[in-house]
């Protein structure tokens, strides 16, 4: 998989590249990312990228030329990409659509800045997308937290197990998880994870998800479709809270 991104700030969405997990997947080939200026695609001597809005407004607006300039040489480069603009006012970047864009081969993503981007550049974009309802001074951050989460698709990257047991993947959020030691200043691990019954553990755990789902995220325990596992754990709450309550 190939994910580029065009910034005005490339040294600071670099570092996506340095650590972790990511880092090993560069090294190894899994993934290839490609992070490009775009003030080299700037035709003058000072190299700009913004100038003022016409109609008047607060803040500068960025150019249209240089990113159809990148576009063209992208293009002729590693062919034609899935163009994503980050953006406040995209779709809510989610599990869904993480598993959605980890399936393209090709993805391109461009980082907003100042008050906007010329509306003309908006020919090129396949898909505007945003993190969340908030506002951020350019789209670096966003860029490399949609790459973090993608890469976590990408075969070989993580084991497809970690994947499949993550937060939203399943429908319900994370259950607990503990390590040694057994017993620290008096805080205890479960003794049904220490007991080696791996049908308890899963029975467990899921009802460990549904209560933490429950709780903190109802909107996606009202969307959970249930299956046999999730029906065994939730009996064994609806006893528990029966049995609190006598």
């Known amino acids: 998989m190939k994910i580029s991104v065009l910034t ?12 972790g997990v990511i880092s090993r997947a560069v090294q190894e080939n899994k993934i290839e990312i490609n992070i490009f200026n775009l003030r080299d695609f700037t035709s003058d001597k000072h190299r700009t990228v913004d100038d003022y809005p016409f109609g008047g407004g607060p803040g500068m607006v960025m150019k249209p030329e240089p990113f159809f300039m990148f576009y ?21 970047f989610n599990n869904d659509l993480v598993k959605e864009l980890s399936l393209k081969e090709n993805l391109l993503i461009i ?6 981007i010329d509306e003309r550049v908006m020919e090129l974009v ?29 075969p070989g990257i993580i084991s497809e197990e970690s994947v499949i047991e993550e937060s939203f993947n399943t429908g319900l959020l994370d259950h607990p998880h503990y390590t040694r030691p057994r017993e620290f200043d008096g805080r205890k691990v479960p003794e049904v994870l220490l007991e080696g019954n ?49």
Request: proline content about 4%; aromatic content about 10%.
């Open 126 to 154: 396949d898909d505007e997308i945003s993190i969340g309802d908030y506002v951020l001074t350019g789209g670096e951050l966003p860029a490399m937290v949609m790459i973090d989460a993608i890469s976590r698709f990408v």
């Open 111 to 116: 980082c907003g800045r100042y008050e906007g």
């Open 198 to 246: 791996h049908e308890k553990i899963e029975l467990w755990r899921r009802k460990m998800s549904l209560k933490k789902t429950i709780k903190r995220r109802p909107d996606l325990f009202l969307k959970k479709e249930f299956d046999e596992v999730d029906k065994m754990a939730l009996l064994e709450l609806f006893k528990e809270l029966i049995n609190n309550v006598k």
């Open 72 to 92: 063209d040489f992208y293009v002729q480069t590693f062919g034609k990409p899935h163009t994503i603009l980050t953006s406040p006012q995209g779709r809510t």
């Open 8 to 19: 005005i700030f490339p040294e600071m969405v670099e570092v996506i590249k340095k650590y």
